[in-house]
């Protein structure tokens, strides 16, 4: 073959290898091409994921911080709620504490209760004196009250139904300075009977209530003494109503109550005590005039304090009644007793005493008495919300019936309160007296020793409307049995009141 022919057939060869050459080229930079697009789709595809992953624990993230803030909100709005309630709770509390404080009077064993608790503030001190800072505080109180009676006047057969309306002012003033307490409460009574007017009228009442506290004497300074002192006196010039269980006739008398202690702090473990008792009835009433008396008692008390809570005692007391306008019923009377008081478990305060007495008379044929007596009385507080007190006696009183000088009295007393919500107060009472009298005398022909027993329960409703105000009501069901028939029965009060406190 020529050269000539060898070139033209490189040349057809060339331009048929060519298109095929080029064709896998390209292809070959298609697929190379396609390879890298299905990486970089790949890549993307890897990216997106990882982006979405992201958000989704971005989204979850904040969703639980949503939902902690929002119970954190829940948290602080039921915890703001739960402290107002729990203010409403508070200031409702201390108002019914701050009323309790402004009873009216204290019964004996009360006061035992509330001297014993003071000597403990005072032993709490530790030696010091007292200091509070001064502070006054005047509060104004009104009082109306609507009463139906089925029994005025405590008639077994003659009973006399009347509505009895009282209206009952009071002002109390309290001041505190730096070593001493006051304390003075007036009320008055403005009562109107519908059926009965002559049994209506105004009565007062004062009480004023003084305690030094705790004061240091120089002269005791080396025995590390102390000196405590309580003044507590209730003044009624003028007050109407049944005087004592044993009667059933409404008077109109005077009346005055003073009791006075001062304690003596020997040391940690012993106090010495010495309180005395004044008691003045004045009946204005014809055919009670020969009942009205005085009656003095001082009463010297030694202390062990045994354990911090409680504390033994024993002590001695003299005392005398007279009474006036001729009465020649008097008597002098003399006592030893002991007991216990303070908190005797983790919620019961308890006060317990017991002792002989024995009496002599100015009257030749009322001769004399010697009988044994006891007082107990306990608090106990179940819950916050639920408390109730029992107190039981057996004491030997003073009588107006006939020839006897004395009747012998049984009582127990159950009191039980509970606090139904932070504004309304439930409670319940029961009482049990039995009197007994040691002397004869003659019932329609037949001679024979005279017997009570008197029954009385009752229950109260009290709602806190305000803070400064309050309704209650009050039903109130007494009987009396008695060996002698005339003297029993039964009476019926329903009670419904409002007050306001300034």
């Known amino acids: 073959m020529t ?11 060339a331009i048929l290898v060519g298109p095929v050459c080029g064709v896998s080229a390209l292809q070959a930079a298609d697929a190379a091409d396609n390879g890298a697009a299905q990486e970089s789709r790949a890549i993307d595809v890897t990216d997106v994921s990882d982006v979405v992953k992201a958000g989704q624990d971005m989204v979850t993230q904040e969703r639980q911080q949503l939902q902690q803030a929002e119970k954190a909100a829940g948290e602080k709005t039921k915890s703001a709620e739960e402290k107002e309630t729990q203010a409403r709770q508070d200031a409702y509390q201390q108002k019914i504490v701050q009323e309790a404080e402004n009873r009216r009077a204290l019964t004996t064993v009360e006061r035992q209760l509330q001297r014993e608790r003071f000597r403990r503030e005072i032993m709490a001190a530790g030696g010091r004196e007292a200091v509070v800072p001064f502070k006054l505080k005047r509060r104004f109180a009104m009082r109306a009250s609507q009463t139906y009676d089925d029994n005025v006047f ?8 009347d509505y009895i309306t009282k209206i009952s002012p009071s002002v109390l003033f309290s001041l505190s ?22 049994q209506g009228g105004m009565s007062h009442l004062l009480m004023t209530y003084i305690r030094p506290g705790s004061l240091k004497l120089p002269f005791l300074q080396h025995h590390g003494g102390k000196i405590g002192f309580e003044i507590q006196d209730d003044i009624q010039p003028l007050v109407t109503g049944i005087a004592s269980s044993e009667q059933t006739q409404r008077t109109e008398r005077t009346s005055n109550q003073l009791f006075m202690t001062a304690d003596y702090y020997m040391s940690e473990k012993r106090t010495l005590a010495l309180e005395y008792t004044n008691i003045y009835e004045q009946y204005r009433t014809s055919g009670m005039r020969a009942g009205s008396y005085m009656e003095n008692v001082l009463s010297p008390t030694l202390y062990f304090h045994a354990r911090p809570k409680w504390s ?22 003399q006592a030893i007793r002991g007991g216990i008081s303070g908190r005797l478990f983790t919620k019961v305060l308890a006060h317990f005493e017991a002792g002989e007495e024995w009496r ?24 916050q919300a639920t408390s109730a007190s029992l107190e039981m006696k057996h004491t030997i009183e003073e009588s107006l019936y006939m020839n006897n000088p004395y009747y012998l009295s049984d009582s127990f007393d159950l009191n039980i309160e509970h606090h139904v919500s932070y ?13 007994s009298y040691d002397k004869p005398v003659v019932d329609k022909g037949i001679e024979k020793k005279r017997a009570d027993n008197i029954y009385c329960s009752d229950l109260g409703l009290k709602y806190y409307f305000r803070k400064w105000g309050s309704a209650d009501l009050r039903y109130t069901y007494t009987l009396r049995t ?3 028939t005339d003297l029993g029965y039964a009476d019926n009060r329903i009670t419904a009141g409002v007050n306001a406190d300034f």
Do not use: P, W
Request: proline share 0%; charged share 15%; net charge positive.
């Open 3 to 13: 050269a000539r022919n060898m070139f033209h057939v490189g040349i057809f060869l």
């Open 154 to 161: 405590l008639s077994k057969t003659e009973k006399k139904t």
């Open 177 to 198: 300075s730096k070593y001493i307490g006051l304390d003075a409460n007036y009320v008055c009574d403005i009562t109107r009977y519908q059926n009965s007017s002559g």
């Open 312 to 333: 033994l005692f024993g002590g001695y007391s003299y005392g005398s009644i007279n009474y006036m306008d001729g009465g020649t019923n008097g008597s002098s009377f």
């Open 360 to 383: 002599q008379y100015k009257e030749a044929s009322n001769g004399s008495a010697q009988k044994m007596f006891f007082k107990s009385t306990f608090f106990n507080r179940f819950t």
């Open 423 to 435: 504004k309304t107060t439930a409670t319940a009472g029961f009482t049990y007296t039995h009197n």
């Open 482 to 484: 008695s060996n002698f």
